[in-house]
C-alpha cells in the first residue's frame, strides 16, 4: 500500500504560480514513477507530467512544457509540482499518483496504481 497526500493548491491569478506537494507514505520503495494529473469541471481527467521515483527521467504534456516542472526528493518521499505562468485554463483538481510497475513513463492514468485526494487549483483571469 502507498498513501499520497496533496497540498499546495489554492487560488492565484494568471500569470502567477504555485507549487504542489505530493507527500508519499507506506511500500514507497515499491514506486517505479510518480505522476501528477488534473481534471477540470465536466472534462475528463488528463495526464500533466511524470517522473522516475529513483532516476531523472521526467515526462510532460505538452501544454504544459516550459512552465511546469516536476521533482522529487527521495529522503523526504516527496514529489512536486511547480506551476508557472499559470492560466485560467490550467483551472482543476491535481491529482497525484504512483506507478508500481516498472515500465517506460507513462501518460495513461489506468496504469497508476494509486491516488491521492487531490488538491483545487484555481486561476483567476
Known amino acids: 500500500q502507498v498513501q499520497l497526500v496533496e497540498s499546495g493548491g489554492g487560488l492565484v491569478q494568471a500569470g502567477g504560480s504555485l507549487r504542489l506537494s505530493c507527500a508519499a507514505s507506506g511500500r514507497t520503495f515499491s514506486i517505479y514513477a510518480m505522476g501528477w494529473f488534473r481534471q477540470a469541471p465536466g472534462k475528463e481527467r488528463e495526464f500533466v507530467a511524470a517522473?522516475?521515483?529513483?532516476?531523472?527521467?521526467?515526462y510532460y504534456a505538452d501544454f504544459v512544457k516550459g512552465r511546469f516542472t516536476i521533482s522529487r526528493d527521495n529522503a523526504k518521499n516527496m514529489v512536486y509540482l511547480q506551476m508557472n505562468s499559470l492560466k485560467p485554463e490550467d483551472t482543476a483538481v491535481y491529482y497525484c499518483?504512483?506507478?508500481?510497475?516498472?515500465?517506460?513513463?507513462?501518460?495513461?492514468?489506468?496504469?497508476?496504481?494509486?491516488w491521492g485526494q487531490g488538491t483545487q487549483v484555481t486561476v483567476s483571469s
Open positions: 499518483a504512483a506507478d508500481l510497475s516498472p515500465s517506460r513513463l507513462t501518460t495513461n492514468d489506468v496504469a497508476y496504481d494509486y
Open positions: 517522473i522516475r521515483w529513483s532516476a531523472t527521467n521526467t
